[in-house]
């Protein structure tokens, strides 16, 4: 099992910014991605960016089309925590954003089996 909790959400307006955290603990298996998901009312979850969490010093990374160059997932593995920072937000990118924990480099939700409460972001026009 893995423990991941979010936080940083909020509303903002639109071409506003935020940042999201993930904390992981309590790891009693081994997770080599960390990623962040978002589901907005009515539609099905979709991955937004997900990181390789290994020690190696090769940072992988993996983004939706929808936020390239405009999110960024970054971590710090000495706090166990992952970020979202989330630029030139725009209303379509209002949702539920969810931490999730993985074994596999990919956007797909059901690949990862691990998630957290989830945090609302909000973006007016």
């Known amino acids: 099992q893995v423990q991941l909790v979010e936080s940083g959400g909020g509303s903002v307006q639109a071409g506003g910014s935020l940042r999201l955290s993930c904390e992981a603990s309590?790891?009693?298996?081994?997770?080599?991605?960390i990623g962040w998901f978002r589901q907005a009312p009515g539609k099905e979850p979709e991955g937004v960016a997900t990181?390789?969490?290994?020690?190696?010093?090769?940072?992988?990374?993996y983004y939706a089309d929808s936020v390239k160059g405009r999110f960024t997932i970054s971590q710090d593995r000495a706090k166990n925590t992952v970020y979202l920072q989330m630029n030139s937000l725009q209303p379509e990118d209002t949702a539920i954003y969810y931490c999730a924990a993985g074994i596999f480099g990919s956007l797909s939700p059901a690949r990862f089996p691990y998630w957290g409460q989830g945090t609302q972001v909000t973006v007016s026009s």
């Open positions: 309590q790891y009693t298996i081994s997770i080599n991605y």
């Open positions: 990181i390789y969490r290994g020690g190696s010093s090769t940072t992988i990374t």
